[in-house]
Every structure is written in structure tokens, then in C-alpha cells.
């Protein structure tokens, strides 16, 4: 046997980077999720080569205090959280403090930021080295930009894991998109090798909405969908229900938000299925942009960084209430009478 060792920082956080960093649409979830904590109201999204090339994020969020800059790249180090009070009630995307750090053990990272109020914005670079970076001097308004070159240079192993560009470049556009639907108060501009994909302006006004929505799901589906929005004790459900005659062969345009995040759940799976249940034939897959809204105290939304599940305090009403109205507003779309609530 042999003796044991402390692991270097980089390798720990290589080890770590293989739990989150899966491919560059999860590069893209973490860049994001930061911009967002950030308070950005506008995310410039650049990516070369599906993002094994190059990801770069720029946004005008409250950007990263000088001394602040090598610690954002280590790991443990957070600015969300102090103590378990905060966790208990966190309302930021991120806090494990892990999600830069695992990047830059398997890239070349580049972390460019101007605080507010600052005269002057700085730069720290990392290319997979242990954790000493040093800080210089860069130009940048406030906001933050970090540039990922060469995503998994050092670890071909996982590079080896990585499909087609096509494939790689849809997994991280449906990144976008999500967080695109989640915030309809930010602009998302995508562009991938120089070409634009997504230009999202901001949307305030409902017009606006539905036209970020066309943009994000289609026009398609926005002619061809019900706009609902419903209230009962409490719970409130906004968005956007397809007609049948606009069911998928895949279910690949449902999106569930609670509270803002994006959740894929069993409850909630179940609730539409039933109420789409007589209208959509066997094999065929609703389609939907639903947001609930409901007292964050009644609902645990999971926070493992991957995975998408939540429980609610009563899902009993939680389902109920969801079922209820779709199936209402499906009503017209049923042919003869059929009892609310029948399953
Ligand atoms: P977490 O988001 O869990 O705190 P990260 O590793 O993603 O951990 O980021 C570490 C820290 O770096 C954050 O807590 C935040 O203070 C800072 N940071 C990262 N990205 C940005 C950004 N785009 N704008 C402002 N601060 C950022
Ligand atoms: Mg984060």
C-alpha cells in the first residue's frame, strides 16, 4: 500500500470539476447562473466551436472587487452564503462557491471585472494551474466577463466524452433558452462561431413576452398555445399551454418554472399529463411554458447543482390545482362532454 497524500488544489478540483463541468452547456449554466446572482440585465454569450473552443460571458452585473478576484477562483469561496442561516434561505442560483474553480482546473480561464464605482477593472488568468494567479490590469466596463479556452485541455478523458459540435451546441443553446425564459427582464444575446443565434431584448410589457418566447420556442408554438394565467390560495400559474395540434414526438418543449427556476418534476409531469390525457394522442408530447408562483416556505426546491427536482409542502393541491386548470383551458379543445377532474 501506498502512503497517503493531500491531494494538490488542482487536482481536487479536477475531481470536483467532474461532477459539474460535464460538457460546455454546463460551463454555460454556472457563467450564467453567476451573471444573474450579479443583478446583469444584459448577458453578451460568445461561443467558438460548440464551446470546446471558446465560451465567453460578458454582463453588466455588480461586478468583482480587485482583492475578491483570486478568491472567486477558489474553491469554497462564495460571496452568497456566510453561515447556515443564509443557506437555509438562500435565494441565489449558486453557493457552493465550487463552480469557478472547477472550470479553470480544466481550461484557460480568464475572469475580467469592473465593481461599480471602481476606476479601474482587473484581470486574473488561470490555465489549469494551482491556485496562484496573479492580478493585472484590464479594461472593462462594470460587469464581469470570464473567458473558457480549451475546455478539458488537460483532462482528455473527459474530452473524449464529447459529441459532435452539432450536438454539444444544442445542449448548450437549451442552457440559454431556459434561463432566456426565466428572467424575461435580461437580454440574452447568443452568438456561436461570429454568427447570432439568440437576440433576446429585454421584455416588459406582455407583447414583449410573447415575442421573446416566439423567439425562444418558435412562433409556431406561441399562435398555437393558450395563454393562461390562474390563481387559487396562494399558487398562481402564468404561461403558455400548446393546443394539441401543436404535441411533439419528443418532450422537448416543456418548461416548468417555480418561483423562476426551471424544475422537471413527477408531481407536476403527472398533473399534465392527466389534463392533456383525452386530447393528445397516445405517443404524442403537450407542450408548455408555465410559471408558478407560491410562497417559497411551501416549496423545497432541491439545490444539488444538477439536478431539477423539488417538493412541495402539499402537492396534493399543488396537483390539483395545476390539473384544474389546464384542463380547463384545454376545454374547447375536447369533443363532447367529459367530467372536470375524471381520471
Ligand atoms: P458561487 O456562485 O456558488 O458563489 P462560483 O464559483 O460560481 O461560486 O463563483 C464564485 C464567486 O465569484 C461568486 O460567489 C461571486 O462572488 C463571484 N462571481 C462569479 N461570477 C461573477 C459575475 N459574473 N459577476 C459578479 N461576481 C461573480
Ligand atoms: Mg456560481
Request: charged residues 30%; contains cysteine; glycine residues 6%.
Amino acid at each position: 500500500m501506498s502512503r497517503i497524500q493531500l491531494l494538490s488544489p488542482r487536482l481536487a478540483n479536477q475531481i470536483a470539476a467532474g461532477e459539474v463541468v460535464e460538457r460546455p452547456a454546463s460551463v454555460i449554466k454556472e457563467l450564467l447562473e453567476n451573471s444573474l446572482d450579479a443583478g446583469a440585465k444584459r448577458i453578451d454569450i460568445d461561443v467558438e466551436q460548440a464551446g470546446v473552443k471558446l465560451l465567453r460571458v460578458r454582463d453588466d452585473g455588480s461586478g468583482i472587487e480587485q482583492d475578491d478576484l483570486p478568491l472567486a477562483l477558489s474553491r469554497h469561496a462564495t460571496s452568497k452564503i456566510r453561515d447556515l442561516d443564509d443557506l437555509e434561505a438562500v435565494a441565489t442560483l449558486g453557493f457552493r462557491g465550487e463552480a469557478l474553480a472547477s472550470v479553470s482546473s480544466v481550461s484557460r480561464l480568464t475572469l475580467t471585472s469592473c465593481p461599480e464605482g471602481a476606476d479601474q477593472a482587473w484581470q486574473v488568468e488561470t490555465e489549469g494551474r494551482d491556485m496562484a494567479p496573479s492580478v493585472r490590469p484590464a479594461a472593462h466596463p462594470r460587469g464581469t466577463t470570464v473567458e473558457v479556452r480549451d475546455l478539458f485541455f488537460n483532462t482528455p478523458a473527459r474530452r473524449k466524452f464529447l459529441r459532435t459540435e452539432k450536438t454539444e451546441f444544442s445542449h448548450l443553446e437549451e442552457v440559454v433558452k431556459r434561463l432566456a425564459l426565466s428572467r424575461f427582464d435580461v437580454a440574452f444575446n447568443l452568438r456561436h462561431n461570429g454568427r447570432p443565434v439568440l437576440g433576446l431584448p429585454p421584455a416588459q410589457t406582455e407583447q414583449e413576452a410573447r415575442r421573446r418566447v416566439a423567439s425562444v420556442c418558435g412562433p409556431a408554438f406561441v399562435e398555437q398555445s393558450r395563454q393562461i394565467d390562474s390563481e387559487r390560495s396562494g399558487l398562481r400559474l402564468w404561461g403558455w399551454v400548446g393546443l394539441p395540434t401543436f404535441s411533439r414526438s419528443q418532450a422537448d418543449l416543456q418548461y416548468f418554472f417555480v418561483n423562476g427556476r426551471m424544475i422537471k418534476d413527477k408531481l407536476v409531469a403527472h398533473a399534465v399529463r392527466q389534463a392533456y390525457r383525452d386530447v393528445l394522442f397516445n405517443g404524442r408530447h403537450p407542450t408548455f411554458v408555465l410559471f408558478m408562483e407560491l410562497d417559497p416556505a411551501v416549496v423545497d426546491v432541491n439545490v444539488h447543482p444538477t439536478k431539477h427536482e423539488v417538493r412541495f409542502r402539499d402537492g396534493r393541491m399543488v396537483h390539483d390545482f395545476l390539473f384544474s386548470t389546464l384542463y380547463r383551458a384545454l376545454a374547447d379543445q375536447r369533443p363532447g362532454d367529459q367530467a372536470e377532474g375524471d381520471e
